[in-house]
């Protein structure tokens, strides 16, 4: 939608985006700088809006999510909320004087301004999908925890206990607590929770700001001594100082600077991060709402430049808002210019009613506050314990889950929320590192249990069964690096200390390797030539990025290139062959297979034989003569004295032959037609010079008439013989399926 295309909704959505983001603002900004005490708060209310107004301008001006509305959240509150309590604890032990809140603010903003540029790089390197990878229990504890916070930070405000004051002093002195102060809070709560069920047209939180204001004028007109609770204080609008240049330039000479900048680098880094999740999370949710795609890279460069702006003037670390930007879109914001006019209205709002909003009483802030407290906690954590305790079958997973979540709260509410985050990246790495670092080896099956697509004699086919468990198959899945290449190492080195003397690699579903992974391709292929046994790679080649990587590496040129196959299958058959060479006294099988060894006619007599072989036609083919055409009309049977064919499928929208089997001498084949009367299902080719004897079915049915004994048996040995492939491939399905 064009910039000025809706310029009513934008204006509608932009003043009902304001209204929402304003008390926040305000609420946030007192929060993160209360470790200056309540005497900075105006200033730190004025941080807060400062903030909103220049992220809403910046990030909707050159974000990538049209309708999304920016302002500080709670997440980033409390970590530059962590930040500032460092530098104020800290300040007296760094430099030559104890810090002033000013330097405060100035070094503060240092860290906001790495946070920003590292939104910047997350974008510009297209690390939008980053928060993908933060698993749920991790933003589960710290969100927990980031509640918790809120709604622990607002109560002293909320009872007009003054901050300084121990809670354990509030339990033994309980008059301490101002009750008309505790009554205007109340007040706010009720309102904004009975606004959200029974009011849908104004903001729950302006509904609240406006009832609990007014109880408190009401109890100050009505009282005898002093007014009930704090409010924020006279707000002094104009243009914003800029904090980051004129403390850090001026009074650098008092600041440690490098003392300071590694804690500021991470802090800054660490914001960065909550920043562009928070975003993304926003941005999907607009997406749902526009049924747009948003774009994830312009959207963590706009972001960045939004906070970069906000470090210069002081202001706080912000982000996209989930429910700031559906007000908006309700209110029928569509365009960019929703949230521009967004950062305007608050602007004006503070520059006209400065003077107003700073009659705003304290109590109605925290419990505004304490409310969003509320519903930041995680629903989903909270149905892990049911899921503990009540489901049997997902308990070990749920208690897994259970336990990240509640770690991760505790580290957020002990120590704060920076450590918090650092700690739930490292075991978010370590729970990555552990999954994709798991076994490489997907499936494994050796060849007694899995056979190639060549179809053998039945004294081959037991040969291979009884002794198959030479040859291993050893799929592979996913990255092969240094996490899995040791791994598979190890796996190949307890089949060396088996029977297993061809190792077959499948390489198909290998999506990445690194140089550790090729590293152990060679340190494997050593380890099984020096035990004279075979190593064998498939699917490789085909994959050009392995296969140039490999090379690069310089492994390609030490592979044999005549172990190196198309397929899985093609490897296996080598092996196969090679396998029954050396059964068979390394005699290759040769020759023409007697009709008594075919089996299809091993229960015929010799008068038997001698009749059948009569109504054979004996013929020979060149390797690749088509035998048989796909789809033709003929019913005669076909049987393999010598040599070998191939049965293919054509793919008509692909244009190729996919190879289904190919049959070695006395096999027989042809045989669906010969019993169902339909059309070839297939076509079949000479692999190599043959020889095949055919038998035409006038023939058979003549058998029929004059010799029925024989097509009796002939039809019953056709049958067993089908039975047996379907009892072999549901073998080899079961095998796969179960692995």
């Known amino acids: 939608m064009k910039f000025l295309s809706n310029i009513k909704g934008d204006l509608s959505g932009a003043v009902s985006a304001a209204i929402i983001t304003l008390p926040m603002s305000i609420g946030y900004g007192i929060i993160a700088y209360s470790p200056l005490g309540m005497d900075f708060a105006p200033k730190a209310a004025l941080l807060g809006i400062y903030s909103a107004v220049l992220l809403c301008f910046v990030s909707a001006l050159l974000g990538g999510t049209p309708i999304q509305i920016s302002g500080p959240k709670a997440p980033l509150t409390l970590a530059l909320g962590a930040v500032v309590a460092k530098l104020v604890l800290d300040g007296s032990t760094i430099g030559t004087i104890p810090l002033e809140p000013d330097v405060v603010i100035g070094l503060s903003s240092l860290t906001i301004l790495i946070a ?221 210019l929703s949230g521009i006019l967004c950062g305007i209205f608050i602007l004006l709002a503070i520059t006209l009613c400065g003077s107003l909003i700073g009659k705003i009483p304290v109590a109605v802030i925290a419990g505004i506050i304490m409310v969003v407290g509320y519903t930041l906690f995680n629903r989903w954590s909270f149905n892990l314990v049911r899921k503990a305790f009540n489901n049997y079958e997902h308990r070990k997973a749920a208690l897994t889950n259970l336990l990240l979540t509640t770690i991760v709260t505790v580290i957020t509410i002990s120590i704060n929320l920076i450590v918090a985050v650092a700690i739930g990246i490292v075991v978010a790495s370590a729970l990555f590192i552990s999954k994709v670092g798991k076994s490489i080896v997907r499936r494994q099956y050796s060849g007694d249990q899995f056979h190639s697509r060549r179809m053998r004699n039945k004294v081959h086919t037991e040969m291979l069964e009884k002794m198959g468990r030479q040859i291993s198959v050893v799929e592979l899945q996913g990255p092969l690096f240094f996490g899995s290449a040791e791994r598979l190492a190890t796996n190949i080195d307890n089949l060396l200390k088996n029977s297993t003397s061809y190792f077959i690699i499948d390489m198909k579903r290998v999506n990445e390797i690194d140089s550790t992974g090729a590293n152990i391709i060679l340190q494997i292929k050593k380890r099984v030539e020096l035990a004279k046994k075979y190593f064998l790679l498939s699917n490789l080649k085909e994959n050009l990025i392995l296969w140039d990587f490999l090379g690069a590496m310089n492994v390609t040129q030490t592979l044999d290139m005549n172990n190196i196959f198309p397929d899985t299958d093609s490897a296996l058959e080598w092996a196969e062959d090679h396998l029954l060479q050396i059964m068979t006294c390394n005699q290759k099988a040769a020759g023409e297979v007697p009709l008594s060894q075919v089996d299809l006619l091993r229960n015929l007599s010799a008068a038997e034989l001698e009749t059948f072989n009569k109504n054979l036609i004996s013929l020979k083919f060149k390797k690749d003569d088509k035998i048989i055409a796909e789809g033709e009309k003929s019913r005669d049977l076909y049987l393999l004295k010598n040599g070998s064919v191939t049965v293919k499928l054509h793919l008509s929208e692909k244009n190729r032959d996919k190879r289904l089997y190919t049959y070695s001498s006395g096999i027989v084949f042809g045989e669906i037609a010969f019993l169902d009367g339909g059309c070839r299902s297939a076509g079949i080719w000479a692999h190599e010079n043959s020889k095949v004897l055919r038998l035409p079915y006038d023939n058979f049915q003549r058998l029929q008439v004059e010799q029925p004994e024989i097509a009796t048996k002939l039809v019953r040995n056709i049958a067993v013989q089908l039975s047996q492939r379907m009892r072999r491939i549901s073998n080899q399905m079961r095998l796969l399926e179960d692995q």
């Open 116 to 336: 920003g540029i590292s939104q910047i790089v997350f974008g510009t390197l297209g690390l939008g999908s980053i928060v993908k990878f933060i698993p749920q229990p991790i933003v589960a504890g710290f969100m927990n925890g980031i509640a918790f916070l809120l709604i622990a930070k607002q109560i002293k405000p909320l009872m007009g206990v003054d901050s300084n004051i121990p809670p354990v002093e509030i339990l033994l002195n309980p008059d301490l607590v101002q009750g008309q102060t505790l009554l205007v809070g109340i007040a706010t709560i009720i309102a904004i929770v009975l606004a959200k069920r029974y009011i849908k047209v104004v903001p729950a939180s302006v509904v609240g700001l406006g009832i609990g204001t007014a109880v408190y004028y009401l109890l100050q007109s009505v009282g005898q001594t002093s007014a009930p609770g704090k409010v924020i204080g006279r707000i002094q609008t104009g243009w914003p100082e800029t904090y980051l240049i004129t403390q850090l330039v001026t009074k650098f000479d008092n600041v440690d600077i490098y003392a300071l900048l590694p804690h500021l680098i991470v802090s800054g880094l660490i914001i960065g991060l909550i920043a562009s999740m928070e975003s993304l999370l926003s941005s999907v949710v607009s997406d749902n709402l526009t049924s747009m795609r948003h774009n994830s890279k312009r959207e963590l460069i706009g972001q960045g430049a939004g906070n970069i702006v906000c470090s210069i003037f002081g202001a706080l670390p912000s982000a996209g808002s989930i429910p700031r930007t559906i007000a908006n879109y309700r209110a029928g914001g569509r365009t960019r």
